[in-house]
Nanobody, 120 residues
Framework: QVQLVESGGGLVQPGGSLRLSCAAS????????MGWYRQAQGKQRDLVAT???????KYVDSVKGRFAISRDNAKNTVYLQMNSLKPEDTAVYSC??????????????WGQGTQVTVSS
């Protein structure tokens, strides 16, 4: 069984910063891509950023230059550093991982989501 647990959400003023963490645990042989998605109230879930096991990153245009995704492969953890936050960044942020278990089966896993609210 694999589990992803997020932390680090909360309320922040516009222009502020937050750092999200997501730790994967369980029967993990390897983790390929990890990433973050977000879903604002009444809207669809959208990709924010992804990072491969080799460290290659991709970002949605709206967060380029403000957000930074990173990962610690030894800890099976992915991070999202969010700077210069705007009210439109308000959403539930969920982490994602494409994981191979010890049965050599790949599957996608999701965290439970953490609320990020940007408001004065």
């Amino acid at each position: 069984q694999v589990q992803l647990v997020e932390s680090g959400g909360g309320l922040v003023q516009p222009g502020g910063s937050l750092r999200l963490s997501c730790a994967a645990s369980g029967s993990i042989k390897s983790i390929n891509v990890m990433g973050w998605y977000r879903q604002a109230q009444g809207k669809q879930r959208d990709l924010v950023a992804t990072i491969t096991s080799a460290g290659s990153t991709k970002y949605v245009d709206s967060v380029k230059g403000r957000f930074a995704i990173s990962r610690d492969n030894a800890k099976n953890t992915v991070y999202l550093q969010m700077n210069s936050l705007k009210p439109e960044d308000t959403a539930v942020y969920s982490c994602y991982a494409w994981i191979q278990d010890y049965g050599l089966v790949y599957a996608s896993y999701w965290g439970q989501g953490t609320q990020v609210t940007v408001s004065s």
